[in-house]
């Protein structure tokens, strides 16, 4: 496993379906469902490339344990657009409010 890949969520191939299935004008149900076709994409990279969460410990009690797996959320998607220059601030600001 590549260094970093396990605190990853945006592989390129999701990049490269958020960049191809983006338009303006998306409607709410319609970015909800490319929402659920990016985390089931991470879920399976992650899962066929044995990429595991990387092991926290906690800073009150010191045990150590798996961290939560990461999911793409809608907002998430949302910042994505604007961090990979898919869209511009402006456009995304209106669709996160």
Known sequence: MPSGDA??????EM?????SNWHDGMS???L???RDELDGML???????N????????????MTAPG???HVSVRALILALVRFEIA????????EK
């Open 68 to 70: 939560a797996a990461p």
């Open 43 to 49: 879920q399976w990279i992650r899962a066929s490339r």
């Open 28 to 30: 709410m149900p319609a």
């Open 7 to 12: 605190q990853r969520t945006w592989f390129p």
């Open 32 to 34: 909800i469902s490319l």
């Open 51 to 62: 990429i595991r969460t990387p092991i926290i410990t906690c800073s009150r009690c010191g």
């Open 88 to 95: 511009s601030v402006d456009k995304t600001g209106v669709l």
């Open 15 to 19: 990049v490269a379906r958020l960049r």
